[in-house]
């Protein structure tokens, strides 16, 4: 998972849930097997190439381009991805 989706999901929750409840979840988070992937300025490039040429939030460019970096599979539930299924692999949830 890559940092900037680490935070979209912090939001996400502390939004819905409150701030307790987000810290609770990423403390877990973080102390899971997750591999969390730093955003540095070759996956801001091709997240940004991303976002220019598909229908996708530069957040979920940044999953995008850490699946297709790693040669991994994206898991996601986000009907979003639909407009890039035929350039990386995604296990839909």
Same mark, same amino acid.
């Given at each position: 998972? #890559?940092?900037? #989706?680490?935070? @979209?999901? $912090?939001?996400?929750?502390?939004?819905?849930?409150?701030?307790?409840?987000?810290?609770?979840?990423?403390?877990?988070? *973080?102390?899971?097997?997750? *591999? =969390?992937?730093?955003?540095? !300025?070759?996956?801001? &490039?091709?997240?940004?190439?991303?976002?220019? =040429?598909?229908?996708?939030? $530069?957040?979920?460019?940044?999953?995008?381009?850490?699946?297709?970096?790693?040669?991994?599979? *994206? &898991?996601?539930?986000? @009907? !979003? =991805?639909?407009?890039?299924?035929?350039?990386?692999?995604? @296990?839909? &949830?």
């Amino acid at each position: 998972m #890559n940092v900037v #989706n680490l935070g @979209e999901v $912090y939001y996400i929750i502390a939004r819905r849930k409150g701030v307790d409840v987000a810290d609770f979840i990423i403390a877990n988070l *973080l102390k899971s097997p997750i *591999l =969390f992937i730093p955003a540095d !300025e070759r996956l801001s &490039l091709i997240a940004g190439r991303i976002k220019a =040429f598909h229908k996708l939030s $530069y957040a979920d460019g940044f999953a995008a381009a850490t699946a297709i970096d790693l040669n991994a599979t *994206l &898991l996601t539930g986000d @009907e !979003e =991805f639909k407009n890039i299924a035929g350039k990386v692999k995604i @296990e839909w &949830l």
